[in-house]
């Protein structure tokens, strides 16, 4: 079955880039969309991106600005870049699968998250 | 943008007993588009339900999802100890594309 493996340092210094990836196993990375998506410890979650192998990536716009994502078929993963950080970007970052039609738009597989703390 | 807001924020019940959790979206969302999370401490979300009333892939029947439009809800007819966790809704569709509401925690009383 399809699994998601994050990988990226646990511990980012303000103003720097955070940097994930998202290793897909099991399954093609091709035949669906892939989101990453963070929680703050003891807070609810913040969908960060949405991409596909084909065209552009689609963001939050309250991200926008700092977000990279990018996706490399040859090596299964896709990767997030967020720049500018500052403690306000500590959180648990998740990789997650999307949903195929006919309904899709819900994440059905995810990663089991990695930690990323932002301090000096 | 569209707000999803759960209620309620934390809910206290035996093991046994039904749940009932609501989501309310500030505006109308599309049915097919509109799901339900589990996390518990230390793990991952977990699909429950999609498309507002399909169970996901080895959820137990116990799960239920209904609603439309603006007014959605996640039933657990009989509470079993391992569902005590929080429970998030989600929708796609308006600006931010993906939104999830604040999650309602569903404690043993």
């Known amino acids: 079955q399809v699994q998601l493996q994050e990988s990226g340092p646990g511990l980012v210094k303000p103003s720097e880039t955070l940097s994930l990836t998202c290793v897909v196993s099991?399954?093609?990375?091709?035949?669906?969309?892939w989101s990453w998506i963070r929680q703050p410890a003891g807070k609810g979650l913040e969908w960060i991106g949405r991409i596909y192998s084909i065209g552009s990536p689609t963001y939050n716009s309250s991200l926008k600005s700092r977000i990279t994502m990018s996706l490399d078929t040859s090596k299964n993963q896709f990767s997030l870049k967020l720049n500018s950080v500052t403690a306000a970007d500590t959180a648990v970052y998740y990789c997650a699968r999307l949903r195929d039609r006919p309904t899709p738009w819900a994440f059905d597989i995810w990663g089991q998250g990695t930690v990323v703390t932002v301090s000096s | 943008d569209i707000v999803l807001t759960q209620s309620p924020g934390t809910l206290s019940l035996s093991p046994g007993e039904r749940a009932t959790l609501s989501c309310r979206a500030s505006q109308t969302v599309t049915t097919s588009y509109f799901s339900w999370y589990q996390q518990k401490p230390g793990q991952a979300p977990r699909l429950l339900i999609y498309g507002a009333s399909s169970r996901a892939a080895g959820i137990p029947d116990r799960f239920s999802g209904s609603g439309s439009g603006t007014d959605f809800t996640l039933t657990i007819s009989r509470l079993e100890p391992e569902d005590f966790a929080v429970y998030y809704c989600q929708q796609f569709g308006s600006s931010p594309m993906f939104s999830f509401g604040q999650g309602t925690k569903l404690e043993i009383k």
């Open positions: 099991g399954g093609s990375i091709s035949s669906h969309y």
